[in-house]
């Protein structure tokens, strides 16, 4: 009882259990971190890497639980609540899934069940994590503050109305700055960098981008009007990117990941 209990033992909770570990006083007696999963490869992974209980039995696992981390694929989430048993008196659940609403969790699991959203970003191993988090009706205000301080621990919080939640699932992802960055440095290339260069240069115009604004994000539109002095290499680069469709692009993108999060458990 009152362990930290994760049902999947994929990327995210990995990369969580990672941060989860990096933050842990020194000293201190570590905290029970069980993980439940059907591939008992990953259980022995996570268990050598990060010493947590590997627990190959679903309602044992969930019999520890008082914060329980369901970290499996939409639409494998509602069948596996499906085969979960009585819950441990004031145990707080939360679903790191996209695309399964409040109303579907707290249907699957009944009056039982204490239910927040999370979306933690794969950074919180490193501690630069960002997680939204939407809170149930009825969330008692301790369990909140619970469920706060577990991914304070991996980076910043941030509480979203649930209506947002799949939008930020899409707009957050990592993998977006790795997916512009590869294509900064093809681009590059193509233009005669070697393959060193080329990321360093495109790397350096995302990384320190990011970092100028990170005090200061109200600076934007200032830093924007800055680069783009008129006649020079910086405005005419913006400008063919506005003028090539960039930005409808991007927005394009952002809602084909929404309606494929909404589609989730269809």
């Known amino acids: 009882m009152n362990a930290i209990v994760f049902l999947g033992g994929g990327r995210i909770t990995a990369a969580l259990v990672a941060g989860l ?12 971190i069980v993980v439940h999963d059907r591939n008992p490869e990953k259980l022995r992974r996570l268990a050598r890497l990060y010493g947590v209980r590997a627990q190959p039995s679903l309602l044992r696992a ?6 329980l981390l369901v970290a499996v694929r939409p639409r494998d989430l509602l069948p596996l609540l499906a085969e979960i048993g009585p819950l441990p008196p004031g145990a707080v659940c939360i679903s790191l899934a996209a695309g399964v609403p409040l109303r579907a969790l707290r249907r699957a699991l009944g009056k039982r069940a204490a239910w927040a959203r999370a979306m933690p970003s794969p950074a919180c191993r490193s501690g630069r994590g960002l997680t939204a988090v939407v809170f149930g009706p009825g969330m008692p205000r301790a369990a909140r503050h619970r469920v706060h301080r577990l991914f304070a621990r991996t980076g910043a919080v941030l509480e979203i109305p649930e209506r947002e939640f799949d939008a930020f699932a899409v707009v957050y992802s990592t993998s977006q700055g790795y997916h512009a960055l590869a294509a900064r440095i093809r681009a590059a290339r193509r233009l005669g960098l070697s393959a060193r260069t080329a990321f360093l240069a495109a790397a350096h115009g995302l990384a320190e981008g990011v970092r100028a604004l990170e005090e200061n994000p109200a600076a934007l539109d200032a830093l924007l009007a ?9 405005a005419e680069t913006m400008r063919t990117m506005s003028a090539g469709g960039y930005e409808r692009l991007v927005e394009r993108a952002f809602r084909a ?7 989730a458990i269809s």
């Open 21 to 32: 570990r990096r933050s842990a006083p020194r000293g201190r007696r570590r905290e029970r």
């Open 226 to 234: 800055e680069a783009a002095t008129p006649g020079g290499t910086a």
């Open 62 to 67: 969930v019999r520890e639980a008082g914060l």
């Open 257 to 263: 990941g929404v309606q494929r999060a909404r589609r």
